[in-house]
């Protein structure tokens, strides 16, 4: 039987930007979100894991999205270890190429710049963002971005510039959003947005509105399942807490959309059912690790490792040209 292999659908408006601080103006956007140690790559904040930051969380992005920050590089550098690669090929097919490390470089001196242009790209999410000014629950396109503090990432944050406050009382400013706690996941890993407006309106489009106003209400911010949907514009309410254990299963999209935020790619012909989850739940997100004990290399190990080693750091050109000359390459 002949193995097959369902192909991602690209989410088209999931574009990955991880250099946006380039944008010219004066007042810009910088790229950089937060910081982390490079261990909980490994451990607690690997892609598909959601970050929580100051005011928002991401998710890390695949490797796929790690090409262009590299790409900033002649070099892209190499992990040689031999057995350690054949592991992983075991794992994940003899398609892998090559290891390579997260892009990050060290500073040579404590003002240096240098790898400030790079960086582990990330998506914001979720993308269903609560106003803490006035409860109006809505998709990230609905709040203004702003991260312009050059040495400051953990101000970053989305608000509400319109808010009005509860009761009707404005506020001059804008209220600062957070993300909204609800996600759906399913048994083969698949993770998604909720679907707040389905679930107020039962299913079904709202009679008022192509496009309707929500709010969450809850004393807790957020943080419980017993939040309350309103729809604004046709005033149907909803409890959270019906979405809960398999009775609110029922209840749930009967159909998984096989979403992985961190590829920005839907992988259709999903059949598991899917269920509610918290955004800080302990079982959201699993690391998968793989280690071996370096030995000493062989004569031969050695060689082919200097090859790769010299392949990388030179290119094949420069070795082609000086290959009769070892004095010059060492």
Known sequence: ????????????????????????????????????????????????????????????AGLDDWEPIWKRREVVPTILEPRLLNVVRLHLGPQVDALRPFPWQPKKGSTSTDGSDLGLPARVFPQWFRCTGCDYLGPLTRFTYTNTHPFRPDLAQFTHKPC???????????????????????????????????????????????????????????????????????????????????????????????????????????????????????NLWFPSTQSIIVMPRSDAEQKEALADHLRVELGIDQIRQFADQIAVIR
């Open 1 to 60: 039987m002949a193995d097959t292999t369902t192909a991602p659908l690209a989410d088209n408006n999931d574009a990955l930007d991880p250099l946006g601080d380039a944008d010219e103006g004066l007042a810009k956007n910088r790229a950089k979100v937060g910081s982390a140690r490079p261990s909980s790559l490994l451990y607690t904040y690997g892609p598909g894991a959601i970050m929580d930051l100051p005011n928002f969380s991401v998710m890390p």
């Open 164 to 282: 009005p406050g509860r009761g009707g009382r404005g506020r001059r400013e804008g209220s600062p959003a957070v993300p909204a706690q609800h996600l759906l996941t399913c048994t083969n890993g698949h993770l998604d947005e909720f679907p707040y407006t389905l679930w107020v309106h039962r299913g079904q489009k709202c009679p008022n509105a192509e496009n309707p106003d929500l709010k969450m209400r809850d004393a807790n911010v957020g943080k419980s399942v017993g939040s309350t949907i309103i729809c604004q514009s046709c005033n149907a309410t909803r409890g959270m807490a019906e979405a809960q254990g398999g009775k609110g299963r029922l209840k749930l999209p009967q159909t998984c959309r096989g979403r992985h935020p961190h590829l920005g790619a839907f992988f259709p012909g999903c059949k598991a059912q899917p269920a509610l989850i918290m955004m800080g739940a302990s």
